[in-house]
């Protein structure tokens, strides 16, 4: 019989684990007590239900606290599982992709003899880059990308305000049709980009990026105060590591930082984040996880903590942080930078857990497989970071500037075919007026 009620009571466990069990409580299980009871009269053990009924009440308790109340203080949330390759099941979701023969039917969200004008690679440079107009706008766009769509009418109605006006121009590229000026901007088909250019554009350089709403009204106030007034709507970015809502410390800072990390009583882990970096959003909730972990098991000796790039560049270069998320390991024995420790754990999809936490409480002498063939990885000294920083920002800067140059050249070279062209138009109009007169 001790057998039978353990195997019951493990049972309720896992399913009340599962989440399939429902309290007895409910008004609902009256119905299931009775069948209950019959069950157990049938196999001898009638007697013994109310101490079943209060073995269940005890074990569905023991299952609920051991799960934890999501947000509950003190609770610790499930992880993420590792994820890998063939475990995403979006790879064969068509879903999203645009149905093109469809798309051969769809009308033109800017149609050819409408307000705006369509460039194309034959016709743009002689466009955008004649010296005729003051200030222009270029949308960049492709008819199945769904916010081009819910721009489009905003756009054609600025277009049609300034349709008349010599000094603007309104005009628009249908990226699927032209992959080379894509490319040669640097556009993304699948999002709508704005460039525009004020005061006569002669080169690539020259037009800049509209990062305002596109809306009626905010086109017009921009067009209309040429590029100055630019209205832009504050997008709400809910933080990854909300302020008291997880065990995650986010008050690193330049005055505390080394006070906090150089501390020989803890081992500090430090992640390197941007709330708008995709691999950081898969690691946020694990990292949640194993903050509210290590508060637990080790809350005098352990400190998980969060840095975001985009409000502390100087700590980002301090460490020379290039790729996000990056994960730094002070352990209690650290009292400079290039004592860290790096962990390059598996990001696959979701940090994993008890890779960082053996990582942690070794003071990062029990690395990861993927890290064993590595060894351990250290910060360069602040002089090595600053000149290969200085070198980078050279390399980049003489990028821009040889292209630059390539531009000049082309636009010097676009110019002078511009002038032979209007040129022999006049000669031509001028012959033919020389015609009539004889």
């Not at 410390?249 to 009583?265: A, E, H, I, Q, W």
Request: aromatic content about 10%; proline content about 5%; some cysteine.
């Amino acid at each position: 019989m001790q057998k039978i009620l353990a195997l019951i009571a493990v049972s309720c466990v896992l399913l009340a684990a599962s989440g399939f069990f429902v309290a007895a409580e409910s008004p609902s299980t009256s119905g299931d007590e009775n069948e209950l009871e019959d069950e157990l009269s049938k196999l001898g053990l009638a007697g013994e239900a109310a101490g079943l009924d209060g073995m269940v009440q005890n074990a569905v308790k023991a299952a609920m606290d051991q799960r934890g109340a999501g947000g509950a203080q003190g609770a610790i949330p499930i992880p993420d599982p590792p994820t890998s390759y063939n475990s995403f099941d979006d790879w064969d979701d068509d879903d999203e992709e645009p149905d093109y023969l469809a798309l051969r039917k769809q009308k033109d969200f800017y149609p050819k003899k409408g307000d705006t004008v369509r460039l194309s690679t034959e016709n743009f440079d002689d466009e955008v880059f004649n010296g005729e107009h003051e200030f222009a706008l270029i949308n960049f766009y492709s008819k199945w990308c769904k916010k081009c769509g819910l721009q489009a009418a905003s756009y054609r109605a600025a277009a049609k305000r300034y349709r008349d006006d010599p000094k603007v121009k309104v005009f628009v590229v249908n990226q699927e049709g032209n992959y080379d000026l894509s490319a040669r901007f640097d556009t993304d088909p699948a999002e709508p980009t704005i460039f525009f250019a004020h005061k006569s554009p002669q080169i690539d350089g020259d037009l800049k990026m509209y990062e305002g709403e596109v809306s009626f009204a905010g086109l017009l106030q921009f067009i209309g105060s040429r590029g100055k007034d630019m209205m832009k709507l504050e997008k709400f970015e809910r933080p990854l590591f909300p302020e008291g809502e997880t065990a995650v410390y986010t008050g690193l800072n330049l005055d505390n930082f080394n006070k906090t990390v150089f501390d020989s009583t803890k081992n500090v882990l430090i992640q390197f984040y941007a709330p708008w970096s995709e691999f950081c959003q898969n690691d946020a909730h694990n990292y949640t996880v194993l903050a509210a972990r290590m508060a637990q098991s080790n809350p005098d000796d352990v400190l998980v903590a969060a840095i975001n790039v985009d409000k502390h560049e100087l700590l980002a270069d301090r460490y020379d942080i290039q790729g996000l998320p990056a994960y730094w390991l002070v352990n209690k024995t650290a009292t400079k930078d290039t004592q860290l420790v790096k962990f390059t754990g598996d990001h696959n999809g979701a940090l994993v857990i008890h890779e960082a936490e053996e990582f942690i409480t070794s003071q990062g002498m029990k690395p990861p497989p993927g890290m064993v063939d590595e060894g351990p990885q250290h910060p360069k000294p602040w002089e090595e970071i600053q000149k290969a920083m200085q070198e980078r920002a050279k390399e980049e800067q003489d990028k821009e500037d040889k292209l630059k140059a390539e531009q000049e050249k082309s636009a010097a070279e676009r110019r002078e075919k511009f002038t032979e062209k209007k040129k022999k138009l006049q000669d031509k109009k001028q012959k033919k007026e020389d015609k009539k007169e004889l």
